[in-house]
């Protein structure tokens, strides 16, 4: 798919990788939405592209009715879009049974799937809909999605038990996606990052990152945000992707803990 004139639905584009996807798009002259539940960092993406190609829209991916309001927004604003980049999570990590003895609250677990895992498939069937519904182009193609895993869907550490299973989720769901969405010129693939210099990853004191960074076999350092985007938009690019997992990790592979 040529990327210029498109129109795109990034989520958790109010910082980190979703901020990088939507700047990425934009500049090679998409329409973007920018979804989060942080209308704020939305705002502010937005205004750094600019109004005539960014849309900052408060959503809630778990929530239906807040979906379907943010893609009616966008579409008044920027025409269907055949593109959605499902980028928003949370990452937790909280040890099965605690230093108490007690048990890992099981509204934890459940907060981190219903984010991670059921929040990317409700924004996928609600936006697929509509895409499906699209004239195809020329190649018979009616739209693509990238969807975020996590190399914890691979090698998921300890403490990482929901984490790992909501990634993991996502994994398990991309080919069926993609078979699924195939008769109607619907691509599929799935995104899993390593370490990456986001916001959060900052948050940590320079000698932990440093830490991390040296555990990658090559090249050693963080994972940048600009080359998560770059692959990305490549998957939108490349017609002949679809279905597939691409781990995006420097060829890390994660410790126990």
Do not use: W
Not at 204 to 210: A, S
């Amino acid at each position: 798919m040529n990327l210029s004139g498109q129109a795109a639905l990034v989520t958790g584009a109010g910082s980190g990788l979703g901020e990088a996807v939507a700047r990425a798009l934009a500049a090679q002259g998409v329409r973007v939405a920018l979804l989060d539940i942080n209308d704020a960092g939305a705002r502010r993406v937005a205004a750094d592209i600019g109004a005539d190609r960014a849309l900052p829209l408060r959503c809630d991916i778990t929530d239906t009715a807040s979906v379907t309001a943010a893609l009616d927004a966008a579409a008044a604003a920027h025409g269907p879009a055949r593109i959605l980049m499902n980028v928003a999570g949370i990452g937790t990590a909280k040890r099965l049974v605690q230093r108490d003895g007690s048990p890992a609250p099981l509204e934890d677990f459940e907060r981190v799937v219903r984010i991670n895992l059921i929040g990317t498939y409700n924004m996928t069937r609600l936006a697929a809909s509509r895409i499906a519904a699209l004239t195809p182009l020329a190649d018979g193609e009616r739209g693509v999605i990238v969807n975020t895993a996590s190399v914890a869907a691979f090698d998921g550490q300890v403490g990482q038990e929901a984490y790992a299973a909501s990634k993991g989720g996502i994994v398990g769901m991309t080919l069926p996606l993609a078979r699924d969405l195939a008769q109607f010129g619907v691509r599929v693939c799935t995104i899993a990052p390593g370490l990456f210099a986001t916001p959060l990853m900052k948050e940590l004191p320079e000698e932990v990152q440093q830490s991390l960074a040296a555990s990658i076999p090559f090249p050693k350092r963080l994972g940048l945000p600009e080359e998560f985007a770059a692959l990305a938009a490549h998957i939108v690019a490349n017609g002949h992707l679809n279905g597939e997992v691409i781990r995006l990790d420097g060829a890390l592979r994660m410790a126990p803990r």
